[in-house]
């Protein structure tokens, strides 16, 4: 019985796995009730299962159908931007990067056209950049001032 060792492994979803329980526990004839008692979920939750069975089938419970989400406000090419101005030198006048500071300066030199500095920080969070930490930078060799070296050799 697939249900059962789908139950007996455990090694799906939370959701997969008490939907499994509840035609389990229909096939063996519980009520909507009984069935809320022991899986601790909303009637409304059991009817709905039991519905998307006899309309569907067994995948159609158990497999999620793939949801839209939100769309992204921010394309992979002003991402890469943001990268790139990680990688560069911080304006005049400071040592380093931080997050508000290229946030703003993303809005300033219009490399994306509106951005929040959470997502400024799981862009860096997401290329694993510290840019707060010099060494997790990556630079040219000319940027970080090695003598006899010019733009053309690199």
């Known amino acids: 019985?697939?249900?059962?060792?789908l139950v007996n492994r455990g090694e799906n979803?939370?959701?997969v796995l008490t939907r499994a329980r509840m035609?389990?526990?229909?096939e063996q004839g519980k009520t909507i009730v009984q069935i809320v008692d022991v899986l601790?979920?909303?009637p409304d939750t059991v009817q709905r299962t039991r519905t998307r069975y006899r309309e569907g089938g067994l995948e159609a419970v158990l497999l999620d159908k793939p949801r839209s989400g939100r769309p992204k406000?921010?394309?992979?090419?002003?991402?890469?931007r943001i990268v790139a101005l990680v990688c560069s030198h911080p304006p005049e006048g400071y040592a380093r990067w931080s997050i508000g500071l290229l946030t703003k300066e993303a809005m300033a030199r219009q490399l994306v056209n509106a951005i929040g500095e959470s997502t400024v920080g799981h862009i860096l969070r997401d290329h694993r950049l510290k840019p707060w930490r010099e060494k997790n930078v990556v630079r040219s060799k000319?940027?970080?001032?090695i003598s006899g070296v010019d733009d053309h050799q690199i």
Do not use: D, H, N, P
């Open 1 to 5: 019985m697939k249900l059962q060792s």
């Open 13 to 15: 979803k939370a959701r």
């Open 23 to 26: 035609l389990l526990l229909s």
């Open 40 to 42: 601790g979920v909303a």
């Open 73 to 80: 406000k921010i394309t992979e090419q002003e991402i890469q």
């Open 142 to 145: 000319t940027e970080r001032g």
